[in-house]
């Protein structure tokens, strides 16, 4: 019964986190929705294993692993997106602060434009960007649930913040033209 | 002049500035630099746009059929929810709250802080009346005898120290000072 009351209350703190994570990693609403509802019930099914103060890491990282699983299977993962967070080049997101900065300062995104933007980013740096930007976890929560070292995860965040850069500008050439 | 000229140490710091997590020396570097460069302003303006368009976007709520099916799938134990169960839901939400417990804390402290502070305990025991009096009595005494060695240390200070070794020494003295100056 203790249970029930410890899943009621994790599922009315994390059950937006874990949807919003979710359509981000998924680019679409239907496996996001698959993927929050396998998250739940995976907690329901777990729930006297994690630590109440931990639950919150535990269920992002559930997540995470599910939206990778869901990717790899669904073939969804751009093998390419893989290398360039392997191999990334600072000049690419370089890149996006050439021109005119102006053009781009002037210009009010819409909220469509800069989920599509995020969605954009190559699976790797995204996850951390939104895990960071967007859910406000710190870095070491996010290094735990990612599973990566601290430095890797501030790396790719900015990362992520100078590719967006470049998204946004290519929104901007666009509406110009 | 191209942006890509800066170095990425700087335009590093820029986007942190930009998106809120840069230390305050380095914020105050960033500005005073963005007033002095054009680029390095238009590069910052730029990033902070994106950042407030990042942090403005609103997080969508899960739809509620998930919630359902969900619910559906844990109903079994779900239904009954026992009072104790209540009880340590109402903990979990309040104690998972930062604010809550600290506030908590702090009004704790406060009470048993104000508890000590102004505890003014009421003496349990009494006194006799012949009690009392013997005790005055036993001060008076302490008092005077006390009075009568301060009287006799200032009787033997003006008496002895104060004639002897003090008014002759200065008698002596100001005999010599009128010797020297009005030559004897």
């Known amino acids: 019964m203790i249970s029930t ?10 059950k937006n986190k874990i949807y919003n994570y979710a359509v981000y990693m998924m680019r679409n609403q239907m496996d996001a929705e698959d993927i929050t509802q396998e998250v ?11 630590n109440f103060y931990a639950a919150k890491s535990w269920m992002m990282r559930t997540t995470h692993n599910l939206c990778i699983d869901y990717l790899r299977k669904n073939k969804k993962m751009n093998y390419n997106e893989v290398q360039i967070e392997e191999e990334y080049h600072e000049e690419i997101a370089d890149n996006a602060i050439e021109g005119n900065p102006e053009r781009l300062v002037d210009k009010v995104f819409t909220d469509e434009e800069i989920k599509t933007a995020i969605e954009r980013l190559p699976e790797r740096i995204r996850s ?50 | 002049m191209q942006m890509n000229e800066l170095n990425k140490d700087l335009v590093d710091k820029i986007i942190r500035v930009a998106y809120g997590d840069s230390g305050f020396i380095d914020w105050i570097y960033v500005h005073f630099k963005a007033i002095t460069s054009d680029e390095v302003k238009s590069l910052l303006n730029e990033y902070t746009k994106s950042a407030k368009a990042v942090h403005g976007l609103k997080q969508e709520d899960v739809p509620a059929q998930i919630l359902e099916k969900t619910k559906n799938i844990t109903s079994s134990t779900h239904s009954n929810v026992s009072f104790l169960s209540r009880i340590e839901y109402s903990l979990y939400y309040l104690f998972g709250k930062k604010a809550i417990p600290a506030t908590v804390f702090a009004i704790l402290a406060l009470f048993i802080i104000s508890v000590f502070l102004f505890r003014n305990p009421t003496p349990t025991h009494k006194y006799s009346k012949a009690q009392i009096e013997l005790a005055e009595k036993q001060l008076k005494q302490s008092l005077a005898i ?14 002895e120290v104060l004639k002897d070794q003090i008014n002759k020494n200065l008698n002596r003295g100001y005999y010599l000072v009128n010797n020297i100056l009005i030559g004897g």
């Open chain 1, 5 to 14: 009351a410890k899943f009621d209350y994790l599922i009315k703190q994390h």
């Open chain 1, 40 to 50: 739940l019930i995976r907690t329901w099914k777990n729930i006297n294993k994690f």
């Open chain 1, 128 to 177: 951390p960007f939104v895990l960071y930007e967007l859910q406000e976890l710190k870095y070491k929560e996010i290094s735990k649930i990612l599973d990566v070292p601290l430095n890797t995860v501030k790396v790719n965040i900015m990362r992520a913040r100078k590719q967006l850069q470049k998204e946004l500008k290519n929104y901007a050439d666009e509406r110009v033209k």
């Open chain 2, 146 to 159: 006390v009075g009568k060695a301060f009287q006799n240390a200032e009787n033997s200070f003006n008496k």
